[in-house]
Every structure is written in C-alpha cells, then in structure tokens.
C-alpha cells in the first residue's frame, strides 16, 4: 500500500482535460515538493512536473501541476493519443527518511 | 550524448547477493546526486537508495536498510548497489537514476533482478 493514493485509472477522449490527485500527509506532500512522472510501456520514466509545478524543458504546456495542502494535482490538457501511460507522483517524506512513490495512474485515451 | 547503463542483473536465489553496476557517460557524473530506483514488472516505481555527489551522504528505503550497499567510484564514473540476502520481494526491474526528481534527471534502461529458487 502506497503512501501516496492515486485512482489507479482516468480516462478521456482527445482533446480533453484529465486530472489525476495524488493524496499524501503532512509529513510528504504537505511538506515537500511533489514531483510525477510519465511512464510509456516498456520505457523508464520521464520526469513531467518537479518542485509541484514546475515543467522540465520539452514538456509541453499542455502538462501542469499543483497542489494545496496534503494533496497535489496533475492535468493533462488536450488530451491526445500518445499520453496513453502510467503517471506517477512521488515526493520526499521525513518519517520514513526517503522518498515515496503513488501507486500509479494509468491513463487511457478513448 | 548521455547514458546510463545498468548491468549486474539476473537470476539469484533467495539468501544470495548479486552486485549492479551504473555506468554513467555524456555528464560530469560527480557532480550528480545517483539514485536507484526499482519496478516490479507490470507494478508501480518504489525508490530504493540515493547517494551524493561525495558519496559521505547516503540513504535507504526502510524495505533494503541493512541489506543493501549503494556506493559510488567518480573516478570510473560508475554507481554500484551491493544486494545481500536478497529475498523473492526484491525481484524487478532496477534502475540506475541521476539526479533523480531534478529538472535535468537521466534514467537508464533498468536491470532486471530476479530472485527465486
């Protein structure tokens, strides 16, 4: 069981907007950055948002993050074919001294 | 150009120790933060170990604490993790990570560590 809780499915047609929540506590998620990452199959992960909201240069615009409180947010906006992935949030967390990753989202284009 | 390059993975039983390896090129790879990340295959990322640029700061998931090692050598640009008593639940996929969670991480293509009799 995860420390971070994520709906282990979304879905959406192209061109629509998807979000996925990460649910964390105070000891991760409402004290340190939250990061996620996009994982095609067969591929390692790409890092999509870092320090909550910012985008690494290359991804799109169409990727956004945020947060409030213990709990963070991804969106996917326009919604298109080839961001069919897991997505997965993660942050540091000081009780366990480590980091923690979300059980994964899977997203499906429909 | 950038690589990382895991190699060390396959088949071990449980009780033994198998080591892996990271091969870094393309970067200045002292000057990078060196993780381990690992999968189940067809399950979810759990982060595994992460050491710094000097190799004196060094920290484990609670899951390998006391059973595995992750060193560093800057000189020959290369990431180890040192895996004892290795038990089923420590089979998947391992990868090597620099500077994980930075706007500027690279990933290898991962190892695969299987642990069974």
């Known amino acids: 069981q995860s420390v971070l809780t994520q709906p282990p499915s979304a879905s959406g047609t192209p061109g629509q907007r998807v979000t996925i929540s990460c649910s964390g506590g105070?000891?991760?998620?409402?004290?340190?950055?939250v990061y996620w990452y996009q994982q095609l199959p067969g591929t390692a992960p790409k890092l999509l948002i870092f320090n909550d909201n910012r985008r690494p240069s290359g991804v799109p615009d169409r990727f956004s993050g945020s947060k409030s409180g213990t709990s963070a947010s991804l969106a996917i906006s326009g919604l298109r074919s080839d961001d069919e992935a897991d997505y997965y949030c993660v942050a540091w967390d000081d009780t366990l001294s480590g980091y923690v990753f979300g059980s994964g989202t899977t997203v499906t284009v429909l | 150009e950038v690589q990382v390059v895991e190699s060390g993975g396959g088949l071990v039983q449980p009780g033994g120790s198998l080591r892996l390896s990271c091969a870094a090129s393309?970067?200045?790879?002292?000057?990078?933060?060196m993780h381990w990340v690992r999968q189940v295959p067809g399950k979810g990322l759990v982060w595994v170990s992460r050491?710094?640029?000097?190799?004196?700061?060094?920290t484990y998931a609670d899951s390998v604490k006391g059973r595995f090692t992750i060193s560093r050598d800057n000189a020959k640009n290369t990431l180890y993790l040192q895996m004892h008593s290795l038990r089923a639940e420590d089979t998947a996929v391992y990868y090597c990570?620099?500077?994980?969670?930075?706007?500027?991480?690279?990933w290898g293509q991962g190892t695969l560590v299987t642990v069974s009799s």
């Open positions: 393309g970067f200045t790879f002292s000057s990078y933060w």
């Open positions: 050491i710094n640029r000097d190799g004196s700061t060094i």
């Open positions: 990570v620099a500077d994980a969670f930075g706007p500027n991480d690279y």
């Open positions: 105070s000891s991760n998620v409402g004290r340190d950055n």
